[in-house]
């Protein structure tokens, strides 16, 4: 049977990045049996080496800035410097005549590119600082630069909002749209509030931020006769083929998009970047290929951010400390163009509570375009209502681990249905016990003397936090298996690894199926030409996506090769397994080494083909986790340090679990980063960002961190997808900050409800405890 | 005495780049980076901010580590300089490479070369350093992936072999339990 | 920048012959090759002076203090056993700067030179220091800004080793065009923006810092260098303070840092003296008199809408780095 090849196709929805899409998907012709809690794995489940480590430490590992291409020409970009307004002249004829300088381009050289509110690509339009008015393609980057400042520019300077800074937020004049508002609501949320004995309402706000990735943005990109060939620093080998044949409106067949390493991208690369664009018009104009990498201003300024948000909350609970009512109102400021995805999201799923109102009004603003930032939405969301939570528990006087004990949800409440497992209690218990806690501990008379007197230099504090995460990963992927000649086997998938180890796992699955020790594997990804489709490296989708069609593909091609050995062992194929690089017949002692077969079949060709099928319909797939952090607070200073950060994820079967924690750490640093440091700084008068670089932008150095503590709550899902996986790459940034913010809270008495938690914050904040020390004593 | 200023052209300099004597010609606005990556084609090393911030593009300067985005190609002249790509002596990769590895101490890998260079320079000062001595050699090097953790334990790991001890990494570290 | 001209200085003589308007000093770049790659420096010459002979010497005794060249770099200083005993203050100072990787480069004249750091400048935004006619800073984001001395320009200076080097009263050798040399202190080697707004120090067109020298005075004595940052690494302080104690009158010389357009030094005659009898110390006169001294420290500070939070801060950082001595 050549599988796949019937497969039928059925409308269903797919869930990427929390949101809903409408999608055919393809039902597979046979899928295999799913490896369960049991199955006996020799490679999937665990810890291997990543098989791109040593290229990575020798500085082999080829990055899309390394290209270098015989006759390549450098490009940069003159940026607007107003946030908003029009170009009222600009001049190229100086640039042009500059030494080394092959073509500028501005928007009348271009076709016509709709690109942002049907505005084109090189617009006149000046929408955010950093927009492209125009672009230099010269012999070196600095010509190109040189160039670029010599192109006679005038702007007429247009009204700008940057950002919340007017709240309540009505209406931002100027903008393209009306503010939209989204909202959702279950029971009634106005009578629950009324009738809670306890209710708490605090506003909290959460700051833009960036990705930072370390390899900055960029392409190369040259014509080979009639097709365009792209190496990209992207998430989305596909996406930016698709995108960028129609924005060249040629065919997809045309066009080559190659990303064999990626440093880094944490939702950033997920699209085709003006960059990419600009670099193939440049290149089509001059008849060579254009490198055109940003620095590390531009990736700052038009490379998508976390958006600003503002929200408000409202909990009411009844005395039990059962929760009644969430009321969640935010405002969200996406920047001059962004999509609608919703911090309210976290407030309909993570606990149990009948009456959820969520209400998110989004704005556009003259800042760059809002990107996906790992988690997107949530890691917002989780900020305010998980600090809200604490705030209701210390109203209640109740122990804020076992508030949330009484609050776990038991279905996912939205769609009405179970969910594959509901680990979000085993992941607070798993918290609670490694951080040893218990309501009161004797931090507590500590508390009092920092209250009352100025006896205390510094004190600890601890919180927790939770998340939810959708993370079944879904349709479509697409994965060949080419066994070759010597026994040994190649897979081709039309993802990419921006770091996460994709690559490694997908190698530990074929391997797994094959029976192949892993370095008879080799992976190819990142590839339009030699890959079939798989989707962009995000919503945590990988592994659960494409691992699926990899293991299909693989059995597809077993399959095959079992036939030829059932041939050589004149034993029926069913009878035949793969293991350790031999085939054997259940039962006996007969078996044959793979290479034996493969010589067998000499220069014929074994392809298998796998696909990703539909997600279970009956059952919500979702990663849950709790992080305990310990602080400590410099009362003097305001300064907070993290002590230790106690992380409990569940994943399904982790197919690498060193890669798995690897996910955990990073998560977790970069939640901390946007717990203490992490913000876009924008003048509000004049509408720029003043913190372009990576030492104004303060991410964690290796000084920051604090002792890590990881906990992979790792049981297979059959019932997600037949290899047991759930994904895990976002969740663990969720739930960091509040859970710093909210051991900030127990350390000084008063909540910062505003991120980061800078020392003038938190002074400020300690400030207002000790002058309200008799109400802040009262509890507890 | 005062010589008159060079004119403006090119700059002929010439160096030792891992333990090869090379001579480079290039405009005196090159910054050694650009040196290195351009001029010499070793792209081991990396551009991350260009501006001192991210040390992405560390290498040592007569053992040192010094950010080559900072350091003008000019000041190197006559001077010593070593990337990744002078880490491995043939196949035989550098302990911290291969602690690096077997760690997963690098996951995106594009901070990698740097912090492998700077870890060099401070094995290769103090063979046994403590946690505060990693800190401070390395808290220049920003990683957005790792969360450092792995970086701190593949660090301890490589000293540990080059001082020739038989190590593992612990099942519980000291920062924090696997 | 492409027309940039490079010189390999062999002597400061030579060095300061050659800066004219257009010619910048180059020593560590770490500072200079940012602002060069920004755009807010665009000399025709840079003149290299790392390749000097003793440019980069540092020699310390008790007897002599220390004499350092200003091409000396900071993991240097902040290494020299003899800086680390006698001028702790200093060699912390020195050693909280950066990263390793700037230290290894960078240099105490430098250093001590370096522009500031105001996120308004930096971002090429017209101000004051950038030949502009306002300060935005003061309108705008105001957080980082000075409490003290401010105004018309409000950046304060970034500088970890001047505040050291500040209350340990060093004096600057400064090279002329012409060849000679003259000596400053650094307290008026640093000047507010109400006297100069263009630059931060009172080094003339032709000038070139050719050495730092501490007093023996200090030598040995108790001191301290504190600075507050944000980060645990890698940061400019939010607030520092240097303390130094004069050996024979035991009063304290106290300069801070993060608070205003200049290394601040604080004028010890409106400082009270601090409560030392024959018996000893007594801890809580002791922790009275650094609470007052905090505040006497801080009197005369404005804070703007958002950076009020230094003179808190700063109150605190005196008052807990004092508090070091409150037992003998």
């Given at each position: 049977?050549?599988?796949?090849?019937?497969?039928?196709?059925?409308?269903?929805?797919?869930?990427?990045?929390?949101?809903?899409?409408?999608?055919?998907?393809?039902?597979?012709?046979?899928?295999?049996?799913?490896?369960?809690?049991?199955?006996?794995?020799?490679?999937?489940?665990?810890?291997?080496?990543?098989?791109?480590?040593?290229?990575?430490?020798?500085?082999?590992?080829?990055?899309?800035?390394?290209?270098?291409?015989?006759?390549?020409?450098?490009?940069?970009?003159?940026?607007?410097?107003?946030?908003?307004?029009?170009?009222?002249?600009?001049?190229?004829?100086?640039?042009?005549?500059?030494?080394?300088?092959?073509?500028?381009?501005?928007?009348?050289?271009?076709?016509?590119?709709?690109?942002?509110?049907?505005?084109?690509?090189?617009?006149?339009?000046?929408?955010?600082?950093?927009?492209?008015?125009?672009?230099?393609?010269?012999?070196?980057?600095?010509?190109?630069?040189?160039?670029?400042?010599?192109?006679?520019?005038?702007?007429?300077?247009?009204?700008?909002?940057?950002?919340?800074?007017?709240?309540?937020?009505?209406?931002?004049?100027?903008?393209?749209?009306?503010?939209?508002?989204?909202?959702?609501?279950?029971?009634?949320?106005?009578?629950?509030?009324?009738?809670?004995?306890?209710?708490?309402?605090?506003?909290?706000?959460?700051?833009?931020?960036?990705?930072?990735?370390?390899?900055?943005?960029?392409?190369?990109?040259?014509?080979?006769?009639?097709?365009?060939?792209?190496?990209?620093?992207?998430?989305?080998?596909?996406?930016?083929?698709?995108?960028?044949?129609?924005?060249?409106?040629?065919?997809?067949?045309?066009?080559?998009?190659?990303?064999?390493?990626?440093?880094?991208?944490?939702?950033?690369?997920?699209?085709?970047?003006?960059?990419?664009?600009?670099?193939?018009?440049?290149?089509?104009?001059?008849?060579?290929?254009?490198?055109?990498?940003?620095?590390?201003?531009?990736?700052?300024?038009d490379c998508g951010h976390r958006p600003e948000t503002i929200m408000r909350v409202t909990l009411g609970a009844a005395r039990d400390g059962v929760l009644q009512a969430i009321d969640f109102e935010a405002w969200i400021a996406l920047g001059a163009d962004g999509w609608v995805?919703?911090?309210?999201?976290?407030?309909r799923q993570l606990y149990r509570c009948e009456n959820v109102r969520t209400v998110e009004h989004y704005f556009y603003t003259n800042v760059g375009p809002m990107s996906s930032m790992r988690a997107p939405y949530h890691v917002e969301g989780a900020f305010a209502l998980e600090?809200?939570?604490?705030?209701?528990?210390?109203?209640?006087?109740?122990?804020?681990?076992?508030?949330?004990?009484?609050?776990?949800?038991?279905?996912?409440?939205?769609?009405?249905?179970?969910?594959?497992?509901?680990?979000?209690?085993?992941?607070?218990?798993?918290?609670?016990?490694?951080?040893?806690?218990?309501?009161?501990?004797?931090?507590?008379?500590?508390?009092?003397?920092?209250?009352?007197?100025?006896?205390?230099?510094?004190?600890?504090?601890?919180?927790?936090?939770?998340?939810?995460?959708?993370?079944?990963?879904?349709?479509?992927?697409?994965?060949?298996?080419?066994?070759?000649?010597?026994?040994?086997?190649?897979?081709?998938?039309?993802?990419?690894?921006?770091?996460?180890?994709?690559?490694?796992?997908?190698?530990?699955?074929?391997?797994?199926?094959?029976?192949?020790?892993?370095?008879?594997?080799?992976?190819?990804?990142?590839?339009?030409?030699?890959?079939?489709?798989?989707?962009?490296?995000?919503?945590?989708?990988?592994?659960?996506?494409?691992?699926?069609?990899?293991?299909?593909?693989?059995?597809?091609?077993?399959?095959?090769?079992?036939?030829?050995?059932?041939?050589?062992?004149?034993?029926?194929?069913?009878?035949?397994?793969?293991?350790?690089?031999?085939?054997?017949?259940?039962?006996?002692?007969?078996?044959?080494?793979?290479?034996?077969?493969?010589?067998?079949?000499?220069?014929?060709?074994?392809?298998?083909?796998?696909?990703?099928?539909?997600?279970?319909?009956?059952?919500?797939?979702?990663?849950?986790?709790?992080?305990?952090?310990?602080?400590?607070?410099?009362?003097?200073?305001?300064?907070?340090?993290?002590?230790?950060?106690?992380?409990?994820?569940?994943?399904?079967?982790?197919?690498?679990?060193?890669?798995?924690?690897?996910?955990?750490?990073?998560?977790?640093?970069?939640?901390?980063?946007?717990?203490?440091?992490?913000?876009?700084?924008?003048?509000?008068?004049?509408?720029?960002?003043?913190?372009?670089?990576?030492?104004?932008?303060?991410?964690?150095?290796?000084?920051?961190?604090?002792?890590?503590?990881?906990?992979?709550?790792?049981?297979?899902?059959?019932?997600?997808?037949?290899?047991?996986?759930?994904?895990?790459?976002?969740?663990?940034?969720?739930?960091?900050?509040?859970?710093?913010?909210?051991?900030?809270?127990?350390?000084?008495?008063?909540?910062?409800?505003?991120?980061?938690?800078?020392?003038?914050?938190?002074?400020?904040?300690?400030?207002?405890?000790?002058?309200?020390?008799?109400?802040?004593?009262?509890?507890? | 005495?005062?010589?008159?200023?060079?004119?403006?052209?090119?700059?002929?300099?010439?160096?030792?780049?891992?333990?090869?004597?090379?001579?480079?010609?290039?405009?005196?606005?090159?910054?050694?980076?650009?040196?290195?990556?351009?001029?010499?084609?070793?792209?081991?090393?990396?551009?991350?901010?260009?501006?001192?911030?991210?040390?992405?593009?560390?290498?040592?300067?007569?053992?040192?580590?010094?950010?080559?985005?900072?350091?003008?190609?000019?000041?190197?002249?006559?001077?010593?300089?070593?990337?990744?790509?002078?880490?491995?002596?043939?196949?035989?990769?550098?302990?911290?490479?291969?602690?690096?590895?077997?760690?997963?101490?690098?996951?995106?890998?594009?901070?990698?070369?740097?912090?492998?260079?700077?870890?060099?320079?401070?094995?290769?000062?103090?063979?046994?350093?403590?946690?505060?001595?990693?800190?401070?050699?390395?808290?220049?090097?920003?990683?957005?992936?790792?969360?450092?953790?792995?970086?701190?334990?593949?660090?301890?790991?490589?000293?540990?072999?080059?001082?020739?001890?038989?190590?593992?990494?612990?099942?519980?570290?000291?920062?924090?339990?696997? | 920048?492409?027309?940039?001209?490079?010189?390999?200085?062999?002597?400061?003589?030579?060095?300061?012959?050659?800066?004219?308007?257009?010619?910048?000093?180059?020593?560590?770049?770490?500072?200079?090759?940012?602002?060069?790659?920004?755009?807010?420096?665009?000399?025709?010459?840079?003149?290299?002076?790392?390749?000097?002979?003793?440019?980069?010497?540092?020699?310390?005794?008790?007897?002599?203090?220390?004499?350092?060249?200003?091409?000396?770099?900071?993991?240097?200083?902040?290494?020299?056993?003899?800086?680390?005993?006698?001028?702790?203050?200093?060699?912390?100072?020195?050693?909280?700067?950066?990263?390793?990787?700037?230290?290894?480069?960078a240099t105490l004249g430098g250093n001590l030179c370096q522009r500031p750091r105001c996120w308004y400048y930096r971002s090429g935004i017209a101000c004051f220091k950038s030949g502009g006619e306002s300060c935005p800073a003061r309108d705008g984001l105001d957080e980082a800004?000075?409490?003290?001395?401010?105004?018309?320009?409000?950046?304060?200076?970034?500088?970890?080793?001047?505040?050291?080097?500040?209350?340990?009263?060093?004096?600057?050798?400064?090279?002329?065009?012409?060849?000679?040399?003259?000596?400053?202190?650094?307290?008026?080697?640093?000047?507010?923006?109400?006297?100069?707004?263009?630059?931060?120090?009172?080094?003339?067109?032709?000038?070139?810092?050719?050495?730092?020298?501490?007093?023996?005075?200090?030598?040995?004595?108790?001191?301290?260098?504190?600075?507050?940052?944000?980060?645990?690494?890698?940061?400019?302080?939010?607030?520092?303070?240097?303390?130094?104690?004069?050996?024979?009158?035991?009063?304290?010389?106290?300069?801070?840092?993060?608070?205003?357009?200049?290394?601040?030094?604080?004028?010890?005659?409106?400082?009270?003296?601090?409560?030392?009898?024959?018996?000893?110390?007594?801890?809580?006169?002791?922790?009275?008199?650094?609470?007052?001294?905090?505040?006497?420290?801080?009197?005369?500070?404005?804070?703007?809408?958002?950076?009020?939070?230094?003179?808190?801060?700063?109150?605190?950082?005196?008052?807990?780095?004092?508090?070091?001595?409150?037992?003998?």
């Amino acid at each position: 049977m050549t599988a796949a090849t019937t497969g039928r196709f059925v409308t269903t929805t797919v869930e990427v990045e929390g949101r809903e899409e409408i999608a055919v998907v393809e039902l597979p012709a046979f899928e295999p049996l799913p490896w369960g809690p049991r199955e006996r794995l020799n490679l999937a489940g665990k810890a291997a080496e990543r098989l791109d480590a040593l290229a990575k430490v020798t500085g082999t590992a080829r990055y899309t800035s390394d290209i270098s291409l015989p006759g390549m020409l450098f490009a940069a970009a003159l940026r607007a410097p107003i946030p908003s307004g029009r170009v009222t002249l600009l001049d190229t004829t100086a640039a042009k005549r500059l030494p080394g300088v092959q073509a500028v381009l501005t928007g009348r050289d271009i076709p016509l590119i709709p690109w942002l509110h049907g505005e084109p690509l090189l617009s006149s339009r000046v929408r955010y600082p950093g927009q492209p008015v125009a672009v230099v393609a010269a012999e070196s980057l600095r010509q190109a630069q040189l160039a670029v400042e010599r192109i006679k520019v005038r702007y007429r300077v247009g009204k700008h909002v940057v950002g919340l800074q007017q709240f309540p937020v009505r209406r931002l004049p100027g903008m393209p749209a009306p503010p939209f508002t989204e909202r959702v609501e279950r029971g009634d949320v106005r009578r629950a509030i009324k009738q809670s004995p306890a209710v708490v309402t605090q506003t909290y706000r959460v700051p833009a931020v960036l990705h930072q990735a370390l390899e900055p943005h960029g392409s190369v990109v040259f014509w080979d006769g009639g097709r365009v060939v792209v190496y990209d620093s992207t998430q989305g080998v596909y996406r930016v083929r698709r995108e960028l044949a129609e924005y060249l409106g040629i065919g997809e067949h045309r066009v080559r998009v190659v990303a064999e390493h990626v440093g880094g991208g944490f939702g950033s690369k997920n699209n085709c970047g003006s960059y990419t664009v600009l670099a193939a018009l440049l290149s089509k104009a001059t008849g060579r290929p254009v490198k055109f990498i940003l620095d590390r201003r531009e990736v700052c300024l038009d490379c998508g951010h976390r958006p600003e948000t503002i929200m408000r909350v409202t909990l009411g609970a009844a005395r039990d400390g059962v929760l009644q009512a969430i009321d969640f109102e935010a405002w969200i400021a996406l920047g001059a163009d962004g999509w609608v995805g919703g911090p309210g999201q976290i407030a309909r799923q993570l606990y149990r509570c009948e009456n959820v109102r969520t209400v998110e009004h989004y704005f556009y603003t003259n800042v760059g375009p809002m990107s996906s930032m790992r988690a997107p939405y949530h890691v917002e969301g989780a900020f305010a209502l998980e600090s809200a939570m604490d705030l209701l528990a210390r109203r209640l006087r109740i122990d804020p681990l076992e508030f949330r004990r009484r609050n776990l949800p038991d279905e996912d409440q939205e769609k009405k249905r179970p969910y594959v497992s509901l680990m979000l209690g085993p992941c607070l218990e798993e918290v609670s016990k490694r951080m040893g806690w218990r309501p009161d501990r004797p931090g507590d008379t500590d508390r009092r003397r920092f209250l009352t007197g100025r006896e205390l230099r510094v004190v600890r504090g601890r919180g927790i936090a939770a998340q939810i995460w959708p993370s079944g990963g879904g349709p479509p992927a697409y994965a060949f298996v080419r066994i070759n000649r010597d026994g040994t086997a190649e897979v081709a998938t039309g993802t990419q690894d921006m770091g996460t180890g994709s690559r490694t796992v997908l190698a530990q699955i074929a391997a797994e199926v094959l029976g192949l020790p892993l370095d008879r594997v080799r992976v190819t990804l990142g590839d339009t030409e030699s890959c079939p489709y798989a989707n962009n490296s995000w919503g945590s989708m990988t592994t659960a996506s494409v691992g699926p069609a990899v293991r299909m593909a693989a059995e597809d091609a077993l399959r095959q090769l079992l036939e030829a050995a059932a041939d050589l062992l004149n034993v029926p194929a069913d009878k035949l397994v793969a293991r350790r690089g031999r085939i054997v017949a259940r039962g006996t002692r007969r078996s044959v080494s793979f290479e034996k077969v493969t010589e067998h079949l000499g220069d014929i060709v074994i392809v298998g083909r796998g696909h990703r099928g539909p997600n279970p319909t009956t059952v919500t797939v979702a990663s849950f986790g709790v992080q305990g952090a310990e602080v400590e607070v410099d009362l003097e200073t305001g300064v907070v340090r993290v002590l230790r950060i106690v992380a409990a994820h569940d994943c399904g079967r982790a197919i690498n679990p060193e890669l798995a924690e690897s996910q955990l750490h990073g998560g977790i640093i970069q939640g901390l980063g946007y717990a203490l440091f992490e913000r876009r700084l924008q003048d509000r008068r004049l509408g720029v960002p003043l913190n372009c670089g990576l030492h104004e932008y303060k991410v964690p150095t290796l000084a920051d961190i604090p002792a890590i503590e990881t906990r992979l709550i790792s049981v297979a899902e059959p019932a997600a997808n037949h290899v047991g996986v759930k994904g895990l790459g976002e969740p663990p940034i969720i739930p960091t900050a509040p859970a710093i913010a909210n051991a900030v809270f127990d350390a000084i008495g008063v909540q910062v409800t505003e991120l980061p938690l800078t020392a003038a914050r938190v002074l400020a904040a300690i400030k207002k405890a000790r002058r309200r020390k008799k109400g802040v004593l009262g509890v507890r | 005495m005062a010589r008159r200023a060079e004119p403006p052209g090119h700059a002929h300099i010439s160096l030792e780049v891992n333990g090869e004597p090379v001579e480079v010609s290039f405009p005196p606005h090159k910054t050694l980076l650009e040196v290195l990556r351009e001029d010499l084609g070793l792209t081991g090393t990396k551009h991350g901010c260009e501006l001192g911030e991210c040390g992405t593009c560390t290498v040592l300067l007569d053992g040192q580590p010094v950010l080559s985005c900072l350091v003008l190609g000019v000041a190197a002249a006559g001077r010593k300089v070593k990337t990744v790509e002078g880490m491995a002596r043939g196949p035989e990769l550098h302990p911290l490479q291969r602690a690096f590895a077997d760690l997963g101490a690098a996951q995106c890998g594009y901070c990698t070369p740097g912090i492998l260079l700077a870890a060099e320079a401070l094995l290769e000062r103090n063979p046994r350093p403590t946690r505060q001595d990693i800190k401070e050699a390395l808290a220049g090097n920003l990683c957005r992936c790792t969360g450092y953790i792995k970086i701190y334990e593949a660090v301890e790991l490589a000293a540990a072999w080059m001082r020739g001890e038989d190590a593992a990494p612990p099942e519980e570290s000291i920062y924090g339990r696997r | 920048m492409d027309s940039l001209g490079f010189h390999r200085a062999s002597s400061f003589e030579e060095a300061a012959g050659l800066l004219h308007s257009g010619a910048a000093v180059l020593a560590g770049g770490t500072d200079l090759v940012p602002l060069l790659k920004d755009g807010l420096v665009k000399p025709s010459l840079l003149v290299f002076i790392g390749d000097i002979p003793g440019a980069a010497s540092i020699s310390v005794t008790r007897r002599g203090g220390a004499r350092i060249g200003a091409a000396a770099k900071l993991t240097d200083i902040a290494n020299n056993p003899g800086v680390r005993r006698l001028f702790p203050a200093l060699a912390e100072a020195c050693r909280s700067v950066g990263t390793l990787q700037i230290r290894n480069v960078a240099t105490l004249g430098g250093n001590l030179c370096q522009r500031p750091r105001c996120w308004y400048y930096r971002s090429g935004i017209a101000c004051f220091k950038s030949g502009g006619e306002s300060c935005p800073a003061r309108d705008g984001l105001d957080e980082a800004l000075a409490i003290l001395g401010g105004g018309p320009c409000w950046a304060v200076h970034p500088s970890d080793p001047a505040v050291a080097l500040l209350a340990l009263d060093a004096k600057i050798t400064i090279r002329r065009a012409d060849g000679s040399v003259r000596e400053t202190s650094l307290a008026d080697f640093y000047c507010l923006p109400s006297d100069r707004l263009d630059r931060e120090t009172r080094l003339d067109a032709g000038e070139i810092v050719e050495r730092i020298t501490v007093p023996a005075r200090y030598a040995g004595s108790p001191q301290r260098y504190a600075k507050v940052t944000q980060r645990a690494a890698w940061d400019f302080a939010l607030v520092s303070a240097a303390v130094v104690w004069e050996k024979r009158r035991f009063r304290p010389r106290i300069a801070l840092g993060g608070v205003a357009p200049r290394p601040w030094l604080l004028d010890t005659a409106r400082l009270s003296d601090p409560p030392v009898s024959r018996r000893g110390r007594d801890p809580t006169a002791w922790e009275l008199w650094a609470i007052r001294t905090a505040e006497q420290a801080l009197r005369g500070s404005r804070a703007l809408s958002s950076n009020g939070y230094k003179i808190e801060l700063a109150k605190n950082l005196i008052r807990r780095t004092l508090l070091e001595w409150r037992r003998v």
